[in-house]
């Protein structure tokens, strides 16, 4: 750490490298924060948890019992001295008897992208809400007259404010919050969708994933959706051949293990689609069960996709193929997605398998370490990406905060008194 | 001081990141051209040397520097690339003499991760692309069309994560670059893509090497016939090109810089971290490649950059240390080195630690800081100003003027020098045992005051008094011949060249005066309407011996009147404004260019370019130098005529770029001064003061004065203890034969001589991490405390450390306490006679107590704990403003009555912090790691709780440079009545060398500069385009948002260079007179 101070110093260490390289090194000693507490509001298990990414202050959760509630995460609520442990209790906490209030389970919360005036929250009792943050009363409803799997608004969206849901429908539609009506219905899938997720790249690209193990590119300005991941075409980085330019662009479509409908002439390719036969492509899979959970990297290249055959796969966004990156042994079963967590500058992903966080080095599949500490089964993380702190919730009821390890403090006033003591106590167990 | 600053650069950056060599001011003429991070400079390689051409700011960090020549085209195009995500191609424009943008733009990504590597920029060598990798898994290609246009830009997604270099291959049909990057496993690899300009893809390439050393980091391209590529490791270094593999063993070094000596590419320059200097080889049978060769030549700086000139000529430039210049010679020197330094350029980069100190206690601050790394670390003394070194120096109050006299015409150095009183002139000459000793010359009137006197043509000297103008023999040293002033007319001034006098009588006469062989002949007089308070006919023209223009200045009605020679007409009468009058005039030539300089008796200063044939005044300037009479006189340094300008704030007046530049010299108040170069002080100026005659040398004519001290090792902290007079510093000595081994000191500097007096060794691994002197309750001494840290290479956070206290007595380091620490002690800070640490991420207060045994030790008081590590920090009062390493600054108290550290507030932005400093009781200074200040005030006032714990953020701005610490103080001798020295100023010290100023301005005069500033921007355009506002925005991770209550000081100053037509133009948009302006700048200029 010093060194790394004095390379810096001498401009040895470029900054951002310097910066990028301490981030990594904390994150490898993530464990149970001793320092914080988030005292869950909520009566059963949480399913989904957000912070906002305007403040990155605010921690949004959503529980089986249909309650949400924020927690600040900054500002400690209480302060216990003794344990030097800070407090969070939730700020509100919203259920079923606010007026349209959830009835049945919370399975997706989302904080509006601009500001924290907004979140929306989607419920097993068919409804998607929309809140005011102030008033904390439901503002806006949308009835999907399916039970809501999943919802998800672009942080990139500069033209349009539309929530993506994916529902126990096969359609996966999208609700207009400035209109207050549907504006998309995007069919494809052949079952439930868990999972939706507005790319990291572009505002109009939405990927789905549902329990017909399909994950689904869709660019919201064209009818269908353009790709269609298939976990058998892993051939990365092959380009064509140097000298056979003119074979190339023709063994470019026979190697359509990737785009079979080219964004740019969605027309021609349609025509296309129709000689391949559609039940071909139509029926590619990115996992053998359902599609569990989606996460994009930040920058948008890469995605992680987890499956209910208890897999983890990593793929590239742009040529859709699978790396075929081994992640050991996951376990994800379930009937419902869940939400997993990638590290801003990608190096690690956040799993929730059964009890515990699986943390995966995302380029190697290493495994790094196995977070436990929650009792029952673990539904969704949230990754703090200044704190490097990383928020789970679990059907325990427990918002568990998980933070880089800090050097223990024996004492603050005595030294010499603890050191004795630790030495006595080293002396108690020696014998 | 206040939220409102004022940055300014007193020392530009002198880090040297890039350099390249083409021809790019002319087909025929070839340039070296030098990136110093923010600035770019254009040299000319002429038989002489380097001839600097042009040294401008770029708004941006630069990342890439690169020369290209399109087809077709007969000069090269600089492509400049910088880290916020700008490009500009830059283009001479030979007439003008400046810097044309060919193109412009922005090739930031909306969303992306920035390489981890650093940006890469590479342009083909056919010019079909410019292809960027600034964003993990992209590649961006701008296409440059046969017309030598840049097209729109595109990505091609690259599937190599951790990219390590890029560079194109030479002669290939199609661009091809080769990619070298980690795995996942760590291992290395080299492929090769082939762009697809119209598919907007890559192909595969030719060939692929896969498993090279581990530490290889580098890839030279080399050109046709042989083509292919060299890969350079620590331990290996490989030539393939697809057909033909070499490869051969080097001793291990990590190689950073290399540079290409032959057009063909057959051999190169490598230069690694300890700076030894290597020539490889590629031996070759026609287009075959054979073998690799290595060849040691010698040590230099640390190199970055390397550029071959010509003739053996290489330019090194360097991060670490100074850049050279060097020659390589065939034959080895005695030490077996090929190498020969022919020039070197003073690096102050990077300064990691500094310290102000008044070490001549004239009121004015010198910075020492600690620069270089590794082998090359200094202590460099910087001065604002010119330094008079004392040679000699006699009591003798009531000087009146001086003049020196050499004995002969012929002699080199000056024999006599003349001092005048108020009744009586005494002359001194240097005797045999080199004193200044009392003597005679016979035909000099010795009982009346002179008013001038000079040797002249025909061996023979002059002497003006009130009554008389007498023409000595210089040999004989007998009256030759006198004019006598008329009856009831006295001679008040009296100007000469070598063979004319003119004098100034009462009732303004004018007379004018021709000195021949023994004779003086009064050729004209004319009668003023006025009477006439100063004149000079200094030669400016082609004849040094004879001037065809006379300046005269006028009581009454406060003008300067040029005069043509030998007739006395009126040529000019220039009306100088205001009541006071001109008590100096001076015809002089700086740099080919005639001025005439005209002093007021307020201290100010005008300057006006002079037609020597017509004697129009043109170009009016004016400064305050002082607020007492000036007197002018002309010297001669290093080859260079400068004006002196004796007042109570004495001034050098130079030129440097066509420009004039005034630098202060370090003394407090001059009367008169006369240069004296005699045998025994040779170059030397005598000095008049009240009371005191001073003969001394001069420095080096500049603004900045830089003093080196060479340590041969790094050293990283300082510290100043004005009781015992030394310097302590934390240094640690690389051992190159042991990897990465280091011993660290203690060491005990002289103030004066900066010898070495003691030193300390530190355990092993143990590091020294911060130094302070300080005092305790109840102890008379005055200690040197230094805080350590052990840096064992399998742990990641020391947790072991010492504070060591020190007293010095006679000369030596005495340890009189130690105290251990679960930490490294990152800082120390004295605090009410207590010492407060900072200890990873704790704080620690800790008091002196006194044991039975008499004895002293530090005992631990109370703490504070919950920083991710506290790394700066910094105290005034019971206040502690720490600076995180990644939760920003944070306010702490210290209660003594309860004896603890608590906190009050904080910033809850992110910003990884690189040094804070306190600028008053609310307002607080910090930098953070990427390149931005920003201030924040406590908001003891507000309403509630949430408001007074946060620390609101109430300046921002992009600073561009990475700040290692801030430090009070100020460059500048503060004078008790100007204005500028109520104006409290913070330095810092960056990576790149730089030397900054941070005022706190009244807000009035922040209105008025910021509104100055918005209308510069307008009339100034950046280098390539670039914007200044987007430069300045604050800009990190997470945010860029424009830079507010920051002033950028280099922008405004910069308003003195502009052309009289641009100042007008601005006066006009801010509606305040040009010489308003130019006197509000220039005043700002003296802070620094």
């Known amino acids: 750490m010093w060194q790394m101070v004095g390379r810096r110093e001498t401009g040895r260490l470029p900054p951002h ?211 269609i991941l298939d976990q058998q075409c892993s051939q990365i980085g092959r380009r064509p051949p140097v000298l056979k330019k003119s074979s190339r662009t023709h063994g470019r479509e026979d190697n359509l293990c990737t785009k079979y409908l080219n964004a740019s002439s969605p027309i021609r390719q ?114 703090h990406p200044q704190g490097q702190e990383l928020y789970t919730g679990s059907n325990d009821r427990k918002i568990l905060v998980w933070a880089p390890r800090r050097p223990i403090d024996i004492d603050n006033f005595d030294y010499e008194d603890a050191e004795q003591a630790i030495k006595a106590d080293e002396d108690a167990w020696s014998d | 001081m206040s939220i409102w600053n004022y940055v300014v650069t007193a020392h530009k950056p002198t880090n040297v990141t890039h350099s390249c060599v083409g021809n790019f001011t002319g087909a025929q003429e070839l340039n070296l051209i030098i990136a110093k991070c923010t600035r770019i400079e254009i040299h000319l390689l002429t038989p002489q040397g380097l001839q600097p051409m042009l040294d401008v700011p770029i708004y941006g960090r630069i990342s890439t520097l690169e020369l290209f020549k399109p087809q077709g085209e007969a000069q090269d195009f600089l492509f400049i690339l910088t880290e916020r995500y700008k490009f500009c191609v830059l283009q001479w424009d030979a007439e003008a003499g400046e810097l044309v943008t060919r193109a412009m733009g922005d090739v930031s990504d909306r969303i992306g ?198 003739n053996a000529v290489v330019y090194v430039g360097s991060s670490y240390g100074d850049s050279q210049l060097i020659k390589l010679n065939l034959q080895p020197d005695s030490k077996g080195s090929y190498v020969e330094v022919l020039e070197s350029f003073v690096n102050l980069g990077p300064i990691v630690d500094f310290c102000v100190v008044d070490l001549e206690r004239q009121g004015q601050g010198q910075v020492v800081t600690c620069s270089g790394a590794f082998k090359d670390g200094t202590l460099r003394i910087v001065r604002n100003g010119i330094g008079i070194n004392e040679q000699a120096s006699a009591e003798l109050p009531g000087i009146k003027g001086m003049w020196s006299l050499r004995a002969s015409s012929k002699d080199v150095y000056d024999t006599f020098l003349v001092v005048t009183f108020i009744s009586e002139t005494r002359i001194l000459a240097i005797n045999a045992e080199d004193e200044l000793e009392e003597t005679e010359i016979e035909g000099f009137d010795s009982d ?17 008094t009130a009554s008389s103008l007498r023409l000595v023999d210089a040999i004989s040293r007998r009256q030759l011949n006198e004019w006598r002033a008329p009856p009831g007319l006295s001679i008040n001034v009296a100007a000469a060249s070598s063979s004319q006098v003119l004098l100034a009588t009462g009732g303004g006469h004018l007379v004018y005066i021709e000195i021949g062989q023994r004779e003086l002949i009064e050729v004209k007089h004319v009668k003023l309407e006025y009477e006439i308070s100063c004149l000079d006919i200094n030669p400016v023209g082609e004849d040094p011996d004879r001037s065809y223009l006379a300046v005269v200045g006028m009581w009454t009605d406060i003008t300067a009147r040029i005069f043509s020679l030998p007739n006395l007409e009126l040529l000019t009468k220039h009306s100088l404004g205001g009541e006071i009058i001109p008590r100096s005039v001076l015809f002089c030539t700086f740099e080919g260019i005639p001025y005439l300089l005209c002093a007021l008796g307020d201290g100010h200063l005008f300057n006006f370019i002079l037609d020597v044939n017509t004697g129009q005044l043109s170009d009016r300037k004016k ?43 370090n003394l407090k108040e001059v009367n008169y001064m006369c240069p004296f170069n005699s045998a025994s002080f040779p170059d030397s100026l005598a000095i008049g003061k009240e009371g005191e005659l001073t003969i001394g040398t001069i420095d080096d004519i500049q603004k900045l004065h830089i003093r080196t001290v060479p340590l041969n090792e790094h050293a990283r902290r300082i510290a100043h203890q004005e009781a015992t007079r030394t310097f302590a510093i934390c240094s640690a000595k690389y051992i190159p034969t042991v990897e990465d081994m280091e011993t660290h000191f203690v060491r005990l500097l002289d103030d004066q001589t900066f010898e070495n007096i003691a030193s300390f060794q530190l355990d092993a691994y143990e590091n020294g991490c911060s130094i302070i002197s300080c005092s305790f309750t109840d102890d008379n001494n005055v200690y040197y405390c230094v805080g350590t840290g052990y840096a064992i290479p399998e742990e990641s956070e020391p947790n072991k450390g010492r504070i060591l206290v020190f007293l010095v007595e006679d000369g030596k380091l005495q340890l009189v306490a130690e105290k251990e620490t679960k930490g490294a002690v990152y800082n120390l800070n004295a605090f009410n006679g207590k010492l407060l640490a900072a200890i990873n991420h704790k704080i620690h207060l800790y008091k002196w107590t006194l044991r039975d045994d008499g004895t002293r ?138 030397i900054g100023v941070i005022a706190s301005l009244p807000q009035e005069q922040y209105m008025f500069l910021h509104k100055l500033q918005q209308n510069l921007v307008k009339v100034i355009k950046g280098v390539g385009g670039l914007s200044h506002e987007q430069w300045r925005s604050f800009s990190n991770e997470r945010k860029t948002v424009d830079a507010k209550n920051f002033l950028d000081g280099d922008l405004i100053e910069s308003f003195l260079d502009l052309s009289r037509s641009r100042m007008e133009e601005i006066s006009t948009a801010m509606s305040v007179p040009v010489e308003e302006l130019c006197k509000r700048v220039e005043e700002l200029t003296r802070l620094h």
């Open chain 2, 113 to 310: 991760r920035p390489t981890d590597n650093g940006q890469i920029g590479i342009i083909d060598p056919d010019c079909r692309l410019i292809g960027l990798h600034l964003y993990d898994g992209l590649f961006k290609v701008i296409p440059i069309d046969s017309k030598g246009q840049l097209k729109e830009a595109f990505n091609i997604r690259l599937e190599e994560l951790q990219v390590l270099d890029i560079k194109f291959l030479y002669g290939c049909s199609k661009p091809t670059i080769a990619v070298l990057f980690q795995d996942n496993r760590d291992a290395r690899h080299v492929k090769t893509y082939e762009v697809l300009l119209k598919e907007k893809d890559f192909a595969d390439g030719p060939w692929v090497q896969n498993n090279l050393d581990n530490g290889a980091g580098l890839l030279i391209p080399v050109p046709l016939p042989l083509g292919g590529v060299i890969i350079i490791g620590e331990q290996t270094i490989v030539y393939y090109n697809g057909f033909v593999f070499k490869a051969i063993s080097i001793q291990p070094a990590i190689t950073r810089a290399y540079g290409r000596v032959d057009a063909d590419g057959s051999r190169y320059l490598l230069s690694d971290l300890t700076g030894m200097l290597h020539l490889l080889v590629i031996t070759h049978e026609k287009d075959r490649v054979t073998g690799l060769k290595v060849e040691r030549l010698g040590e230099t700086s640390a190199a970055s950059t390397i550029s071959y000139l010509d």
């Open chain 2, 448 to 464: 009346a005051q002179t008013l001038f006197c000079q040797n002249v043509l025909h061996d023979q000297l002059i002497q003006v």
């Open chain 2, 623 to 665: 400064v305050s130098l002082g607020t007492q009479p000036i007197t002018l006189r002309t010297f001669r340094s290093k080859n260079a005529t400068h004006v002196f300008a004796a007042s109570d704030r004495p001034t050098v007046i130079y030129s440097s770029n066509r420009k004039l530049l005034y630098s202060n010299v």
């Open chain 1, 17 to 227: 490298k310097f910066r990028a390289l301490l981030q990594k090194t904390r994150l490898y000693s993530i464990e149970l924060a001793g320092h914080k507490e988030i005292a869950s509001a909520h009566k059963s298990g949480v399913n989904s948890l957000q912070i906002d990414a305007t403040e990155a202050r605010y921690l949004l959760s959503g529980a089986a019992d249909g309650s949400v509630a924020v927690y600040d995460i900054e500002q400690a609520t209480a302060y216990d001295h003794s344990t030097r442990t800070s407090k969070h209790e939730a700020l509100f906490m919203v259920d079923k008897r606010v007026l349209n209030g959830h009835l049945y389970s919370v399975s997706c919360v989302h904080w509006y992208p601009i500001d924290t005036g907004i979140f929306v929250t989607g419920s097993f009792d068919n409804f998607v809400n929309v809140w005011d943050t102030n008033t904390t009363q439901v503002e806006l409803q949308f009835n999907m007259s399916k039970k809501v799997y999943s919802l998800s608004m672009s942080t990139l969206a500069t033209t349009h404010m539309l929530i993506a849901t994916g529902t126990d429908d096969t359609r996966i539609r999208l609700c207009d919050i400035a209109s207050g009506a549907f504006t998309h219905t995007l069919s494809g899938h052949r079952d439930s969708v868990w999972v939706v997720q507005w790319s990291t790249r572009s505002e109009w690209v939405l990927v789905s994933g549902g329990c017909d193990g399909a994950i689904r590119f869709w660019d919201i300005r064209r009818a269908g959706c353009y790709q």
């Open chain 1, 270 to 383: 349609r025509g296309q689609k129709r000689s391949f036969g559609i039940s071909a492509v139509d029926s590619r899979t990115a996992h053998y069960g359902s599609v569990a959970g989606l996460q994009m990297t930040a920058d948008g290249l890469h995605m992680i996709s987890a499956g209910t055959d208890s897999r983890l796969r990593l793929w590239d966004v742009e040529s859709g193929c699978n790396t075929l990156v081994n992640y050991p042994s996951t376990y994800i079963r379930g009937n419902k997605g869940i939400q997993m967590a990638v590290t801003p500058d990608s190096s690690l992903v956040f799993t929730p398998s059964l009890n515990a966080i699986l943390v995966y080095d995302v380029w190697s599949g290493h495994s790094y370490s196995s977070l436990r500490g929650h009792y029952d089964q673990v539904n969704c993380c949230a990754f």
């Open chain 2, 857 to 994: 030790e530090l005992q631990s008081e109370c703490g504070h704990h919950g920083h991710i590590l506290a790394l700066f920090v910094q105290s005034r009062g019971d206040f502690i403003v720490m600076g995180d390493l990644m939760k920003s600054i944070s306010l702490l108290i210290y209660k003594p009555e309860e004896g603890a550290i608590e906190e009050c507030a904080r910033d809850y932005n992110a910003n990884w912090m690189s040094a804070v400093e306190i600028l008053d009781d609310d307002i607080y200074l910090g930098a953070e790691n990427s390149f931005n200040l920003f201030t924040v005030r406590k908001n003891s006032d507000a309403a509630t709780d949430e408001e007074r714990s946060k620390l609101e953020v109430v300046g921002e701005y992009h600073l561009g440079e990475f700040v290692n610490r801030f430090r009070h103080g100020s460059l500048v001798m503060r004078l008790p009545d100007s204005e500028t020295s109520q104006i409290p100023t913070v330095i810092f010290g960056t990576v790149n060398g730089v």
